[in-house]
């Protein structure tokens, strides 16, 4: 969830428009990092789902008590993603009580309490598709060169990120 957030705030400040597409789902920190669109585009079949934050803890019960303090702290922040985005569309009350039922939305229930601001059923034509696949392949094997990485599809993708960051 820290990545998801620092994802989420380099979204927001940075200058470029920003449009979200939500093809499938978007669950967790990953509805927040959402919320960063200037446009929020979901797919008729994509799904959301928002819950507060959560986390696994061991200790003793000072140390459990301060999770939980921090945690409350993260929901703060997580909720005033969705109410920026919402614009209004959504009570601060509907969505704790969202939050604090794990809840799955629709493309429908987005656009409703302003998660979204369109529902695509657009199916991107395979020029489209193609130029959009081969930056991505271009990206890859720029990315592969530059960490001196031979066949990176047959490459274990832990071993490509210890070598992407020095681990």
Not at 38 to 54: F, G
């Amino acid at each position: 969830m820290f990545e998801g957030s620092a994802i989420y705030s380099q979204l927001k400040r940075h200058s470029a428009k920003v449009t979200v597409y939500i093809d499938g789902f978007a669950c967790s920190i990953a509805s927040v990092i959402a919320m960063a669109g200037d446009k929020v585009v979901m797919s008729e079949n994509a799904v959301m789902m928002i819950h507060n934050a959560w986390a696994v803890a061991a200790g003793n019960s000072a140390q459990l008590r301060k999770i939980a303090d921090d945690l409350d702290v993260i929901n703060k922040a997580n909720k005033a993603a969705y109410l920026v985005k919402s614009d209004g569309k959504i009570t601060p009350e509907k969505l704790t009580e969202m939050l604090d039922n794990e809840t799955y939305l629709s493309a429908e229930d987005c656009i409703k309490y302003g998660f979204c601001d369109e529902i695509s059923s657009k199916v991107e034509s395979s020029v489209e598709n193609h130029v959009e696949m081969q930056a991505y392949r271009n990206s890859i094997e720029k990315i592969s060169a530059m960490l001196d990485i031979k066949n990176p599809e047959k490459q274990d993708k832990t071993e490509v990120f210890k070598k992407m960051f020095n681990i």
